[in-house]
Structure formats: structure tokens, C-alpha cells
């Protein structure tokens, strides 16, 4: 069974796969599949880098994954259809972004 984490940003999208021993397997983002600029960040650019991270994995016979999605990207969605599109066995779907409880404290008043 091998993991994918799949890091989003507003800039551009990065997905790993490790196997179980925390091997990397295989690894894509968008500047590696030649988009540059606003089409880094688009849904076809993860579609994309989904179906090209991946494509070694399933020929090395793993067809069970564990996906963690991070970061507020745009194409969430498209990834998570890209990866069931393939043939994968999807066993668990996991939001990873880091979410701050309370935040930073804030400036001190103005004085009137």
C-alpha cells in the first residue's frame, strides 16, 4: 500500500508517494510537466501531475493508496477523481492542512 501527499498551495501543486518504510516512490509538480506561471496552480496542471507521479506507482503493482491532501490549492477535487480514475483502491482520505487554534496576537491599540 502506498501513501500520496498531496501538497496545494496557490502557487503550485506537489505530490509525493512513499510506500509503507516511508520510501519515496515517485514525485511531480507542476514546474517539473513545463507549466509555467497562473497555469501552475490551474485544475489541469494537477490533473496532470497526478496522472505522472502515479503512473510509476501503478507499474510497480501498488493499487491501494492513502491520499493526504494539504494546503488550499485549487483542484482538490480533480485530484482525488484523477487518482479513482487510474484503477487505484482509495483507503482513507485525509485533510492535513494546518489550522491555527487561536492565531497571533493582535497589535496593541491606537492611543486617541
Same mark, same amino acid.
Not at 505530490?15 to 489541469?44: E, H, M, P, Y
Given at each position: 500500500?502506498?501513501?500520496?501527499?498531496?501538497?496545494? !498551495?496557490?502557487?503550485?501543486?506537489?505530490?509525493?508517494?512513499?510506500?509503507?518504510?516511508?520510501?519515496?516512490?515517485?514525485?511531480? !509538480?507542476?514546474?517539473?510537466?513545463?507549466?509555467?506561471?497562473?497555469?501552475?496552480?490551474?485544475?489541469?496542471?494537477?490533473?496532470?501531475?497526478?496522472?505522472?507521479?502515479?503512473?510509476?506507482?501503478?507499474?510497480?503493482?501498488?493499487?491501494?493508496?492513502?491520499?493526504?491532501? !494539504?494546503?488550499?490549492?485549487?483542484?482538490?477535487?480533480?485530484?482525488?477523481?484523477?487518482?479513482?480514475?487510474?484503477?487505484?483502491?482509495?483507503?482513507?482520505?485525509?485533510?492535513?492542512?494546518?489550522?491555527?487554534?487561536?492565531?497571533?496576537?493582535?497589535?496593541?491599540?491606537?492611543?486617541?
Amino acid at each position: 500500500m502506498a501513501m500520496v501527499y498531496i501538497k496545494m !498551495s496557490f502557487h503550485n501543486t506537489i505530490v509525493t508517494v512513499i510506500d509503507g518504510r516511508a520510501n519515496v516512490l515517485s514525485w511531480c !509538480s507542476s514546474g517539473v510537466c513545463k507549466f509555467k506561471g497562473r497555469q501552475k496552480t490551474t485544475a489541469f496542471a494537477t490533473k496532470i501531475v497526478i496522472t505522472r507521479a502515479l503512473k510509476s506507482v501503478l507499474e510497480r503493482g501498488f493499487n491501494g493508496i492513502d491520499i493526504k491532501v !494539504s494546503g488550499p490549492g485549487f483542484g482538490r477535487n480533480v485530484a482525488i477523481r484523477a487518482i479513482i480514475k487510474m484503477g487505484f483502491k482509495v483507503f482513507s482520505l485525509k485533510d492535513i492542512t494546518p489550522l491555527p487554534y487561536n492565531g497571533c496576537r493582535p497589535r496593541k491599540r491606537r492611543r486617541t
